[in-house]
């Protein structure tokens, strides 16, 4: 598997947040954490750098954080 960026993971993170339908904003958010999860357990960065770098409020890095914190427990379909 290959390492995803900081970078790559901003981007991916803002185009499911833009692409989200309506109000499904933060669902969409806790799915990139639950599916990225190693790659930002992983990574030699913050959330908040890459809440940051995706351009989008600070508040979606606690939701980051508990869908990765989810992803022990879940799995998507």
């Known amino acids: 598997m290959v ?11 803002r185009e499911r947040y833009d692409k989200a339908k ?4 933060a669902l969409q958010i806790h799915l990139f954490g639950i599916e990225y999860a190693k790659e ?16 989008m409020g600070s508040g979606y890095g606690a939701e980051i954080s508990k869908a990765v914190k989810l992803s022990d427990y879940v799995a998507l379909k």
């Open 3 to 13: 390492k995803l960026s900081v970078d790559e993971l901003a981007v991916v993170l």
């Open 22 to 25: 309506r109000n499904e904003a």
């Open 40 to 55: 930002i357990r992983d990574g030699d960065f913050t959330i908040a750098e890459l809440v940051e770098k995706a351009g």
